[in-house]
């Protein structure tokens, strides 16, 4: 092994630990908020029409809050890039860490050549993170279906 990755996985291991540990807080965080709104919902007396709308906002509600966690989770292995001189700008940091986390790899730009198997890394963080977050999911739309269903009837 070059004595160059020691310091990919290093870095790389404990951004990936960081990122997965704040995506399943902010899950936790977005359930807990989830549950509140289904118990007022099952409260209140429901029509069917505003069913479709509640859906409407909690699955709205719900890809917006995983759009913005993907972004911070992106900024943060974007900082460390430019941290450790990998990249040289913010903007292709960004970039570079959104194609990375995606797997698109599609940017064009290269980590320096110390760096590069952080990327993988990074890659292989997306993966477990968009598992995550498929996963969750759906379980939200089992939840919602089955709520929804007793709501309508």
């Given at each position: 092994?070059?004595p ?7 870095w ?7 990122t ?11 359930t ?19 069913l479709?709308?509640?859906?409407v ?21 974007a ?10 700008t ?9 194609n ?5 790899g ?14 993988a890394?990074?890659?292989?963080n ?6 995550i977050?498929?996963?969750f ?12 269903r007793?709501?309508?009837?």
């Amino acid at each position: 092994m070059e004595p160059a990755w020691t310091s990919d996985w290093a870095w790389g291991l404990p951004l990936i630990a960081v990122t997965v540990m704040l995506h399943v807080l902010a899950l936790v965080g977005i359930t807990v908020r989830l549950s509140r709104f289904k118990d007022s919902l099952d409260k209140r007396l429901v029509k069917r029409g505003s069913l479709v709308l509640h859906a409407v906002v909690i699955f709205g509600s719900l890809a917006l809050a995983l759009a913005v966690l993907n972004g911070v989770e992106v900024s943060i292995w974007a900082a460390a890039y430019l941290l450790l001189g990998a990249i040289d700008t913010p903007a292709d940091a960004m970039l570079y860490s959104i194609n990375a986390i995606t797997s698109l790899g599609a940017s064009g730009l290269r980590l320096e050549r110390h760096w590069r198997l952080m990327g993988a890394l990074e890659a292989t963080n997306g993966l477990l993170l968009f598992g995550i977050s498929t996963a969750f999911l759906a379980a939200v739309i089992t939840e919602s279906w089955t709520s929804f269903r007793k709501l309508a009837r």
